[in-house]
């Protein structure tokens, strides 16, 4: 039985699409001034271009001057990567009326439009901040109404990593080795919890779409990050071919404050009895990071 258990795990199409979020840089306490975010970007994206992974990053035009993240766009676009918008400030769907909301749109599009246009291709995909879709049913229909007109679709997340505390603590050198230590193995389990919980959910194993920030923690770990979906049996998509699958096009009802993974909004919407929920990150770098995002 055993034996028979690990063929299967053998022959299971694992698939993933690598989503990037808060281009040009996360708030990971690192530099951002243009050259900084320059080469902490090219080390991210290094094993993308020479391996020819798909991975799409999504901008936050806010964030730098329009010449200065033009030229970052164009290392994302020359490491064969995709880009969507993410708002212009990372607006927050909950606390910002419809009309703003939607403006943070299109004042979010104008860099990274250009950006992909000068390649001839298309701005395509929006991704909420904080993975927040609406404070109501009202305004989650209006806004998803205002992107189809828009020519959007819809970036949804499965596998939701707290990547973004690891890396605030990871800015801080005397925890650095910690970090880099539970780091990847935090990463698993979290693939693991949603690989099982996708399943459940959906009936069938789904591709997974992962959400990680742009960091100098993921710049520094990507080959070991890439190495983790390799061992378990993974190919790397990208997220047009990810959301090919049927399970994305299943009901997700879920609005209010929260932002979370697809899966427990599938499985909300089913409304399904048995919940479980994926491993936080480490009390320690929990603890560090709430002191951290504190202090100026
Ligand atoms: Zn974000």
């Not at 939607?102 to 860099?111: A, C, R, S, T």
């Not at 990547?163 to 800015?171: E, K, N, P, T």
């Not at 389990?189 to 959400?211: A, C, D, N, S, W």
Request: hydrophobic content about 40%.
């Amino acid at each position: 039985m055993m034996y028979l258990a690990f063929l299967l795990c053998l022959a299971a199409d694992h698939r993933v699409a690598i989503t990037i979020d808060d281009l040009p840089r996360g708030g990971d306490g690192g530099p951002r001034d243009y050259e900084s975010i320059r080469a902490m970007t090219e080390k991210l994206l290094t094993p993308f271009r020479v391996e020819k992974i798909p991975v799409i990053g999504f901008v936050n035009e806010s964030k730098l001057p329009a010449p200065e993240l033009r030229k970052i766009l164009d290392l994302w676009l020359d490491a064969g990567a995709d880009l969507g918008n993410h708002t212009y400030s990372h607006a927050n769907f909950y606390k910002t009326p419809l009309a703003e909301f939607e403006k943070e749109v299109i004042d979010g599009e104008p860099v990274t439009r250009a950006a992909l246009a000068a390649r001839g291709r298309k701005l395509e995909y929006f991704r909420h901040p904080f993975l927040n879709v609406g404070p109501n049913p009202e305004a989650k229909r209006a806004f998803e109404q205002f992107l189809t007109a828009r020519g959007y679709r819809i970036a949804p997340v499965t596998l939701d990593t707290s990547d973004y505390m690891f890396a605030l603590v990871y800015s801080y050198s005397p925890l650095k080795a910690r970090v880099v230590n539970d780091y990847v193995p935090y990463l698993t389990l979290i693939t693991q919890f949603f690989e099982k919980r996708g399943m459940e959910v959906i009936g069938h194993e789904i591709p997974q779409i992962l959400l990680i920030h742009s960091n100098q923690l993921n710049a520094d770990q990507m080959p070991q990050i890439l190495a983790m979906f390799r061992a378990r049996g993974y190919s790397f998509i990208t997220l047009e071919e990810a959301l090919k699958d049927p399970a994305y096009a299943l009901p997700d009802d879920y609005t209010g404050t929260g932002g979370f993974s697809w899966i427990h909004r599938w499985a909300m919407a089913k409304k399904l009895k048995f919940k479980t929920y994926e491993e936080e990150a480490p009390d320690w770098v929990r603890e560090e990071y709430l002191k951290r995002q504190k202090s100026p």
